[in-house]
């Protein structure tokens, strides 16, 4: 995604380009957003090509997943290359892997059933041919035209030979895009419309044969500004020292400390006790270095198992109608600091403080003293299997998604799922439904319900996260303004995590985009 592209004295065309997750599988198959997040580097290598000088195309390698099932899942057969994960590596539970299932890489846009994976969308957007330069029209006029900047980036195509259609308010209109020539930048107008600000339009943009190009979706009226009003009180806010444990109740919530560890233990809504147990520190780091000789190693460092938290103090205080927790302790050999501050609302606002944080380092060959990258930091809860639906709210890197789509701007769906694949059949539900991947984890689908990869994956960029106790009316929601992620996962130890992220970021390698979040040993976050 750095590279110039610029090439002076030939054409280039380039191979195996940005290449898509396939190998090296333990660093991220925990998290099937990984896919998604894919997309940014796909749009900034190509916007770079497109406008540089020699440069006339590249090849994404590649088109579909190259995995093959035996006729039968154990037995004798023919070997191939398989690519199974090994579960003691991985960030989540999964099931010794084993079976006759081969091939190379699960490296395509498609799978094997040439199902859409998330990255179908990604690539489709970066590589659209019109690109509109705008999300949001912060001042409009009701009845007027709104004019939006546009780039062709056809090679052949006027844009007067598209159709935009236009939605608004529940109305359809389609109208022949404004004169524009291969590569200009220029205007695009929506006739007048009642417009209103807090509302959305929709344009699909459609070839002569009415297939989609491209969808946007652009926002009228300036963003409201995010939430960032404190956890308020009192409404009954008070606390209670018991032998047990600390309690800090208001007329909505009722939030019980361990005196033991010190953390949360669990949230009494209507009567009804959850579990909420936690801040456990979340910490994930990458350390990418050349070895000495040849050839390239990846390291991988987690925040050690919740088993070594030690408690070193606990206190309580209320200040501005409000009670705040301060806890400290040690996780092994971090150092964490936790402030938890309640309100009489049913909120409660997490500040951390980890120090002492090891960094994974490499002292010889080409690569010595190179820095590791974070991939991950934040607080995670333990919270049971009480909720039964996740839904959410986010600000996505594209304007709009299909609906279902692993990075869909918003969503609400079942949280666990019982539907298991069946060994060779075709699925008959989407790629992001699918509970288990015989290709990395094997023939062993474990029993129960199961996480699907909608569910799993995380959501950056939220505005809001909710798992909810549908029968009950009772939800646990995280609530931001577009600078954390979230995720639902089942941890090593086969228990389910809110893992609520102030950084979050992907190894993908092979020249992918990467944040580049510099690991220190002291890391803070709210």
Request: overall charge neutral; proline content about 7%.
């Amino acid at each position: 995604t750095l590279f110039p592209y610029t090439t002076l004295f030939r054409s280039m065309f380039y191979d195996e380009w940005m290449h898509v997750l396939g190998h090296g599988a333990e660093a991220w198959f925990h998290d099937p957003n990984g896919r998604d997040a894919w997309g940014r580097s796909l749009d900034l290598a190509w916007s770079k090509l497109f406008a540089a000088h020699g440069s006339i195309g590249a090849a994404i390698w590649q088109y579909v997943d190259d995995v093959v099932y035996m006729p039968t899942p154990r037995g004798e057969h023919t070997r191939g290359p398989t690519r199974f994960v090994s579960p003691e590596k991985l960030r989540i539970a999964s099931p010794k892997p084993e079976g006759n299932v081969y091939g190379v890489a699960r490296w395509g846009i498609v799978d094997e059933w040439r199902r859409k994976k998330p990255e179908f969308w990604n690539v489709q957007k970066a590589y659209s041919p019109i690109r509109v330069g705008v999300r949001e029209v912060a001042d409009i006029v009701s009845n007027r035209p709104i004019s939006l900047l546009v780039h062709n980036r056809f090679d052949h195509t006027d844009l007067s030979e598209i159709t935009m259609r236009i939605e608004y308010a529940g109305a359809k209109e389609e109208k022949r895009c404004e004169p524009l020539p291969p590569h200009a930048e220029g205007l695009i107008v929506l006739p007048a419309r009642e417009w209103r600000a807090g509302t959305a339009v929709t344009l699909t943009f459609l070839d002569g044969k009415q297939r989609v190009i491209d969808i946007e979706r652009i926002r009228l009226g300036a963003s409201a500004p995010p939430p960032g009003n404190p956890p308020s009180g009192p409404t009954g806010l008070k606390v209670v020292s018991r032998e047990s444990g600390i309690v800090v109740s208001s007329d909505k919530v009722q939030w019980t400390f361990n005196r033991t560890s010190g953390l949360l233990e669990s949230a009494t809504v209507g009567g009804k006790t959850y579990a909420v147990r936690g801040p456990f520190p979340l910490l994930y780091q990458n350390l990418e270095y050349r070895k000495a000789g040849r050839g390239r190693a990846s390291e991988f460092w987690s925040e050690p198992e919740h088993q070594k938290w030690k408690l070193t103090a606990i206190r309580t205080a209320e200040a501005g109608g409000r009670v705040v927790v301060t806890v400290t302790g040690r996780l092994d050999a971090v150092d964490v600091e936790y402030v938890l501050t309640f309100g009489g609302d049913g909120r409660c606002e997490v500040d951390y403080a980890y120090r002492s944080i090891p960094l994974l380092a490499v002292s010889e060959g080409p690569d010595a003293g190179v820095a590791p990258i974070m991939l991950e930091r934040g607080v995670q809860f333990e919270v049971g299997e009480s909720f039964d639906e996740l839904s959410w709210s986010r600000r996505g890197y594209w304007s709009w998604y299909p609906e279902g789509h692993q990075g869909a701007l918003a969503g609400r769906v079942p949280l666990w799922s019982e539907q298991k694949p069946i060994y060779r059949a075709p699925p008959g539900q989407p790629w992001e439904a699918d509970v288990h991947d015989y290709f990395y984890q094997g023939v062993n689908v474990p029993a129960g319900r199961l996480l699907t990869n909608l569910v799993r994956g995380a959501k950056m960029n939220v505005e809001r996260y909710s798992l909810a106790d549908t029968a009950a009316g009772t939800a646990l929601t995280v609530v931001a303004s577009g600078d954390i992620s979230c995720r639902f996962a089942q941890g090593r130890d086969r228990r389910y995590y809110l893992q609520v992220l102030n950084l979050l970021d992907y190894n993908l390698r092979w020249g992918n985009f990467s944040a580049g979040f510099l690991v220190t040993p002291e890391q803070h976050g709210r």
